[in-house]
């Protein structure tokens, strides 16, 4: 079974992270819709354990086929980390491909590298689920890894970040084990990461390159797109969504921060 074409791209995230995701998804793919699911409702999911991702993503992934959708994006490391195969196998059966995080991270990561000493900074539950870990041994060039945990970071974020020196210090503290280990690469391992960007490379100095998800989760919904003859038929500039199962205007608030553009109407779940 084919989806039809004219459905939009569906993405999640626990909250705005995943906004980032977006983001290059519009300027890669500027004739496709989409519908974007925040389940700030159940957010922080970078504390909770596997079986809870896991029913999250089952939920999440149900939600946006009903809606109806041609492809699916995790945009959400956790829940990518605990629960992508449960995602492809409730997509496949409707016949739609997914396009998850981590994967295309480590790929850029284990390319880019000089040194082979690559950085991972993630939520606990991506760092506990090792699926950053299983992703960079399989690029097969005997990285040298560090992963660091980061409780508070997406928290601080979605909480809309005022930064203080509180932030700073405790940023800097995520830091310290990537700076003994003198990586030159650090994956941004949570989607909520790329709105530090700017601080963590002050922090590690501008010879620590940083990576993202978002281009290349654009590029590879672009060749799913074009291998299923799935693109959007119009050639008009498309349209976006959001559902939102927390409080609505918050998202909305933070949202067009982390988009910036503005959000338009936010559907309460
Ligand atoms: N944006 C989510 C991720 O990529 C994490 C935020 C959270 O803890 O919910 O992991």
Redesign the pocket.
Known sequence: MTPDRSLPIAMF??????LTVLHECLVSLPTEDFLYLGDSA???????SPEELRELVVANTELLLDRGAKLLVV???????AGAEEARRIAGAHGVEVVT?IGPEAEIAAAITETGRVGVL??P??VEGGAYHRALEAQGRGLEVTEVAAPDL??I??NGFPFDQAVVDKVRSYCEPLRAASIDTLIL?????PLVAPMLQRILGRDVRLVTAGHAIAASAQRILEAGSLEAGSGEEGEYRFLCTGDVESFRELGTRFLQMPLGPVERL
């Open positions: 995230d626990s909250g705005v992270g995943g159940n957010f922080p999911y970078g504390t909770k945009a959400c490391n956790s829940a990518t980390s995080v993630a939520t539950a991506t997406a928290p974020i979605q391992g949570c989607t909520h990461y």
